[in-house]
C-alpha cells in the first residue's frame, strides 16, 4: 500500500542518513476503504492527493513541537506491505508498524521555501483548529493552499541542503 508520511527536516535528514523512515510505528496517511467512502466521486488522484495533503498536515504539529526545525513541512511516499486503520486520524489515516527501508519510498514533497510564515501561523493554529476554532481551521486551511513540491528521492540531499 502506497503511504504518505509527514516528517519534519531532521526526521528526514535522519532517514536519509540511518536509510529508513522510523522509528515505528509510524502515523500515516494511504487511500483507505473510509477515505474512498467519503470521497465516493473521486478519482484514485484525487484521493492520493487527499491523503497526500493530511500527511502534511500532520506534520504541521510536529512543526509546532520544534520550533528549531525550518518552516516548512516535508512528506514522503513510500510502499509498505502492512499498515493498519487508524480512524482517529482521520478517513485517511493509518498505522505502519515496521521503520520504511529508504529503498521503500517512491518520492518526497515539500513546501516551497517561500510558503514558510504560512506554515509557521498553520503549525502555532493546529491545536486550536483540532480543537473546533473556526478561525484556527481557516489558518490551517491556507497551508494547504501551498501546493507541495515534488522531488525524486535520489534529490533528497540537494532538498535538504
Known sequence: MRVY??????ALANALATGEVGP???AAHAVTPALRESYATADAEELEYVALTAAA????PLLHAAPAEPRRRFVVAAEVPDVTYDPEAGPSGVVVPAAIPWRSVDALH???PAAAATIEAAAAAYAAAQAGDDDARFTVDEADA?????FATQEAGTLLG
Not at 508520511?5 to 531532521?10: A, E, T
Not at 498536515?57 to 504541521?60: G, I, K, T, V
Not at 501551498?146 to 515534488?150: F, I, K, T, Y
Request: glycine share 4%.
Open 146 to 150: 501551498w501546493e507541495l513540491m515534488w
Open 5 to 10: 508520511v509527514g516528517l519534519v527536516r531532521s
Open 110 to 112: 515539500a513546501d516551497d
Open 24 to 26: 515505528a510505528p509510524l
Open 57 to 60: 498536515d500532520s506534520a504541521l
